[in-house]
T-cell receptor, first 111, second 114 residues
């Protein structure tokens, strides 16, 4: 599976959009991009995933560049409860059992 | 609506003692996983089970054994605990092949080895 690079931490003002970048320059054609988050010391929570098209759900939007070498997770109106570590994971569809988490981005939402 | 249940939630061991962490899921998932998370770090995959009757090593399997007892249950055993195994352990499950790839996590088991 391709490796991902994320900033260690980011700040965002409450009510503003939080844009979390992820670089996956070695991604191959059959690999999906997944985003999870971990609030405090709870178990990680699935947010969204995509292959090449942009995706949106009730939690967030996922923007994948045309060359698929990077992506951005967007939380449109961040709240204090969105303070968490966000993990970007790349995984091949056939390799569904190898789900590796990196160190993620610590998002601090400030009042 | 239990999802993934881990027991115990907290445990303190002395070096050399053994113990088993239990995990059960009620979502009829095929795949189950054990991760560990050290302070300030991301999660690392210890072992996984693609389906009932199969288990495979992940990134950091040394010092651990697993058993997929049935489709619902996946246990993690520390035969001779070491201080380096002090960590938070998370169990997860997923539908498996054909699913969306979403993992469902338990609340974690906090293990301290003295």
């Amino acid at each position: 599976d391709a490796k991902t690079t994320q900033p260690t931490s980011m700040d965002c003002a409450e009510g503003r959009a939080a844009n979390l970048p992820c670089n996956h320059s070695t991604i191959s054609g059959n690999e999906y991009v997944y985003w999870y988050r971990q609030i405090h010391s709870q178990g990680p929570q699935y947010i969204i995933h995509g292959l090449k098209n942009n995706e949106t759900n009730e939690m967030a939007s996922l923007i994948i560049t045309e060359d698929r070498k990077s992506s951005t997770l967007i939380l449109p109106h961040a709240t204090l409860r969105d303070t968490a570590v966000y993990y970007c994971i790349v995984r091949a569809e056939y390799n569904f059992n190898k789900f590796y988490f990196g160190s993620g981005t610590k998002l601090n939402v400030k009042p | 609506n239990a999802g993934v249940t881990q027991t115990p939630k907290f445990q303190v061991l002395k070096t050399g003692q053994s113990m088993t962490l239990q995990c059960a899921q009620d979502m009829n998932h095929n795949s189950m996983y054990w991760y560990r998370q050290d302070p300030g770090m991301g999660l690392r995959l210890i072992y996984y089970s693609a389906s009932e009757g199969t288990t495979d090593k992940g990134e950091v399997p040394n010092g651990y054994n697993v058993s997929r007892l049935n489709k619902r249950e996946f246990s993690l055993r520390l035969e001779s605990a070491a201080p380096s195994q002090t960590s938070v352990y998370f169990c997860a499950s997923a539908p498996g092949a054909g699913g969306t790839g979403e993992l469902f996590f338990g609340e974690g088991s906090r293990l301290t080895v003295l």
